[in-house]
């Protein structure tokens, strides 16, 4: 199964890549495929690379989910 996750933009870095924090993991992604993104904004995120932006309440409402997701796969 593939996954697309959002992320925060932290730091512009050159050469189309940027910083980003995925619940609290930093990494360098690049957004070579997305235009007019800034510090703050989140994005999709697939292998390495933002696919679109998205709006952060849009943004929390999937990691939402995705939190719901994996507590009911955690065995209590």
């Known amino acids: 199964m593939c996954l ?3 992320a925060q933009v932290t ?3 050159e050469d189309g890549m940027a910083r980003i ?3 609290g993991v930093s990494k360098a ?3 070579a495929l997305v235009e007019d993104v800034e510090v703050g ?3 999709v995120v697939h292998v390495g690379y933002a696919l679109s932006k998205i ?3 849009e943004a929390e409402r ?3 989910l995705l939190r719901e997701a994996a507590a009911m796969e955690t065995p209590s």
């Open 4 to 6: 697309a996750i959002p």
């Open 11 to 13: 730091e512009l870095l």
């Open 21 to 23: 924090d995925m619940g």
């Open 29 to 31: 992604i690049s957004i």
């Open 41 to 43: 904004d989140f994005v």
């Open 55 to 57: 709006d952060a309440e």
């Open 62 to 64: 999937t990691l939402a």
